[in-house]
Structures are given as C-alpha cells and as structure tokens.
C-alpha cells in the first residue's frame, strides 16, 4: 500500500473499473487461500504433534506474510509500471 499510495498520481491510470474488479477477484482468492490453512492447522494441533505445532506455528505465519509481499511487490513492479506512464 506504501508503494501505490506514495506514488498515487502515477498509478491513477492503472485503475480503471475492470482493474478494480480483477482486484477484488484476487482478494477473495486470497482470502479463501487464507482460510483453507486451517484445514491444515487445526488437526496438526490436535495431533500428537501438536505442543511442536503450536510452537512453530509463527514462523510458518512469517512465511506466509513474507511470500504474500514478495507476490504484491511483484506484482506492482511487473503487471502495473511497465504500463504506467
């Protein structure tokens, strides 16, 4: 957000109804990836692995944050600059 938000008047053009759709589209896709994790989180909890789990489950939420920057990023540096100006 920092990102677009700094350099708003560049992005303007870039956001037309449609784009607002696919980023709508693509938010509900993230969220239901988001959700679909405690499919796998809450037996592991229950497991016997569960007291590991539990400890664990931090840098397994660090990693999901930091791939989901890492695909944002791209995604503004690939799919919105080279188009902009």
């Known amino acids: 957000m ?5 350099t708003w008047p560049h992005f303007r053009p870039v956001f037309t ?3 607002l759709l696919r980023l709508t589209i693509l938010g509900l ?3 239901a990836l988001y959700c679909a994790a405690y499919f796998i ?4 909890q229950h497991s016997s ?3 590991q789990w539990r ?3 931090w840098a ?5 944050m930091l791939l989901a920057f890492l695909l944002t990023n791209y995604w503004i540096a690939d799919e919105i600059y ?3 100006g």
């Open 2 to 6: 920092t990102w677009i938000v700094a």
């Open 17 to 19: 109804l449609f784009d």
């Open 29 to 31: 896709i993230a969220n």
């Open 41 to 44: 989180d809450l037996p592991l």
């Open 49 to 51: 692995f569960g007291p």
């Open 55 to 57: 400890s664990g489950r």
């Open 60 to 64: 397994l939420w660090l990693i999901g």
């Open 82 to 84: 080279p188009f902009v």
